[in-house]
T-cell receptor
Framework: EDKVVQSPLSLVVHEGDTVTLNCSYEVTNFRSLLWYKQEKKAPTFLFMLTSSGIEKKSGRLSSILDKKELFSILNITATQTGDSAIYLCAVGGQAGTALIFGKGTTLSVSS | GAVVSQHPSWVICKSGTSVKIECRSLDFQATTMFWYRQFPKQSLMLMATSNEGSKATYEQGVEKDKFLINHASLTLSTLTVTSAHPEDSSFYIC???????????FGSGTRLTVV
């Protein structure tokens, strides 16, 4: 059975800290791994990863995929209170199939 | 970039009534759309895959007669919650993908409250 496992499930840090969120997966016909940030409404897209070892960066966020070990990490440096959200990891399989989501990591950044 | 529009954003309805939620791809054609459900503090759970011009594919445990899906055009999929009950209260989100080079785009979601 396909599955996506995120850890930790929740995390509380202080502003300025660096955090690493983990995502491991077991999915047949893997095509891509995606990270989303969800605040009050629908998830907003962060990264899509398809190749191992290539870091993707966007400001203070970065992510990398290891297709051999079947995991990805999402790093957030110099965290801010606005980073508080649920971070969802999802894996896409065959074309035309839905994403499989992990349970998410709830990040709380205190000032 | 790809935009998916979902309406309504929130709805309150009485038990026993039906509610229709629309999901539109605004600048691309989507032969396939996905419907998810999310309970508070939980992740997104796939309910069904909506295919243009054919029947939707439902996930195990999702009642197809209760959650009616219609994908009549390449830009519109609808989810109708029939005979709604309080336990159907949830956050419903649709998603579509423009092509293999893009991530999946989500609608803004619909918060349904059944009283």
């Amino acid at each position: 059975e396909d599955k996506v496992v995120q850890s930790p499930l929740s995390l509380v840090v202080h502003e300025g800290d660096t955090v690493t969120l983990n995502c491991s997966y077991e999915v047949t016909n893997f095509r891509s791994l995606l990270w989303y940030k969800q605040e009050k409404k629908a998830p907003t897209f962060l990264f899509m990863l398809t190749s191992s070892g290539i870091e993707k960066k966007s400001g203070r966020l970065s992510s990398i995929l290891d297709k051999k070990e079947l995991f990805s990490i999402l790093n957030i440096t110099a965290t801010q209170t606005g980073d508080s959200a649920i971070y969802l990891c999802a894996v896409g399989g065959q074309a035309g199939t839905a994403l499989i989501f992990g349970k998410g990591t709830t990040l709380s950044v205190s000032s | 970039g790809a935009v998916v529009s979902q309406h309504p954003s929130w709805v309150i309805c009485k038990s026993g009534t039906s509610v229709k939620i629309e999901c539109r791809s605004l600048d691309f054609q989507a032969t396939t759309m996905f419907w998810y459900r999310q309970f508070p503090k939980q992740s997104l759970m796939l309910m069904a895959t909506s295919n243009e011009g054919s029947k939707a594919t439902y996930e195990q445990g999702v009642e197809k007669d209760k959650f009616l899906i219609n994908h009549a055009s390449l830009t519109l999929s609808t989810l109708t919650v029939t005979s709604a009950h309080p336990e159907d209260s949830s956050f419903y989100i649709c998603s579509a993908r423009q092509d293999a080079n893009y991530g999946y785009t989500f609608g803004s979601g619909t918060r349904l409250t059944v009283v």
